[in-house]
């Protein structure tokens, strides 16, 4: 089956921009995780949305926002973008059905603010 | 709160010597642990899980409640171990999957 997608898989922005970027998880998943992955943070936890709603967040500021739609695709918003938001930004999607916490992730999209 | 920490940020070891990448984890509860690799261009993925007490090319991780901790071990390394290991964490019911900054394992031939 197909994997986790994510669009575009590159971008370049200007600080005081804003961006959305796109996330479709594998079918049947219905949880969706955003990460940021930076050389010296590594992965940070953005949020989590299962079945429309968010459900974890993170220690992101309020730039960073997210939704999920019926069909469990699922985007995130940064707004006034700032140049310490470069980064790739992974999305993550499983079927969080208590037995199975896998996650699986996607390419991940790579922002660049200049 | 969940933490994961992976002291080492770089780990080089010799093709042929045994590898150790350490995960110690701070988490009231029982915590299901996991093991992601990441090779060079490619995607974050699964390596292994703690509660399927499998062994995935050749590595192994040991839930130590007592120490809390949860190290990845390979008695030979191989140069195609050569990439990025991120220790991660999930609490129970609805928490979210916790990471470790990650650790880069270079295997020289």
């Known amino acids: 089956k197909a994997g986790v997608t994510q669009t575009p898989r590159y971008l370049i922005k200007t600080r005081g921009q804003q961006v959305t970027l796109s996330c479709s998880p594998i079918?049947?998943?219905?949880?969706v995780s955003w990460y940021q992955q930076t050389p010296g943070q590594g992965l940070q936890f953005l949020f989590e949305?299962?079945?429309?709603?968010?459900?974890n967040k993170g220690n992101f500021p309020g730039r960073f926002s997210g939704r999920q739609f019926s069909n469990s695709r699922s985007e995130m918003n940064v707004s006034t973008l700032e140049l310490g938001d470069s980064a790739l930004y992974l999305c993550?999607?499983?079927?969080?059905?208590?037995?199975?916490?896998?996650?699986?992730f996607g390419p991940g999209t790579r922002l660049t603010v200049l | 709160a969940q933490r994961v920490t992976q002291p080492e940020k770089l780990l080089s070891v010799f093709k042929g010597a045994p590898v150790e990448l350490k995960c110690n984890y701070s988490?009231?509860?029982?915590?299901?642990l996991f093991w992601y690799v990441q090779y060079s261009r490619q995607r974050l993925q699964l390596l292994l899980r703690?509660?399927s007490r499998e062994s995935i090319k050749g590595f192994t991780a040991d839930l130590n409640k007592g120490e809390t901790s949860f190290h990845l071990k390979k008695p030979f390394a191989q140069e195609e171990d050569s990439a990025m290991y991120y220790c991660?964490?999930?609490?129970?019911?609805?928490?979210?999957?916790?990471f470790g900054t990650g650790t880069k394992l270079q295997v020289i031939p």
């Open positions: 993550a999607s499983g079927k969080d059905s208590g037995l199975d916490n896998e996650q699986f």
């Open positions: 079918s049947g998943h219905r949880s």
């Open positions: 949305y299962f079945s429309e709603t968010q459900r």
């Open positions: 988490y009231s509860g029982s915590p299901e």
């Open positions: 703690h509660i």
């Open positions: 991660a964490l999930k609490g129970g019911g609805y928490q979210k999957v916790t």
